[in-house]
């Protein structure tokens, strides 16, 4: 059965880190690409992050790009999400995704999803 499961959310204040997991089961992260997408209060859930299954490479959304970071373990099958300099605008809903294809070249649409993970809550305030 193929699923991912997020874990790693919880309260931080702004300015501060978390770092998210998302373990991976039922296929390989070496031939996948796992996104991050995110839902905050109020709006869509949106695109955050990507991993090509190279392990090379990986994309971000605009609004993130130089705060986060996304890594992997291979031997684990495990995708990270390093989280830094939060403001309260992260708050939100951190979804880890498998996507359809091998890379991930750009912005990931919903579309381009295969499983979905349940989530985990992550919540930037002071």
């Known amino acids: 059965q193929v699923q991912v499961v997020e874990s790693g959310g919880g309260l931080v204040q702004p300015g501060g880190s978390l770092r998210l997991s998302c373990a991976a089961s039922?296929?390989?992260?070496?031939?996948?690409?796992v996104s991050w997408f995110r839902q905050t209060p109020g709006k869509e859930r949106e695109w955050v992050s990507c991993m090509n299954s190279s392990g090379h490479k990986p994309t971000y959304a605009d609004t993130v790009k130089g705060r986060f970071t996304v890594s992997r373990d291979s031997d684990k099958n495990i995708v990270y999400l390093q989280m830094n300099d939060l403001t309260v605008e992260d708050t939100g809903i951190y979804y880890c995704a498998r996507g359809r294809y091998l890379s991930c070249s750009g912005r990931v649409e919903e579309e381009d999803i295969r499983s979905w993970g349940q989530g985990t809550q992550v919540t930037v305030s002071s």
């Open positions: 039922g296929f390989s992260i070496n031939y996948a690409s």
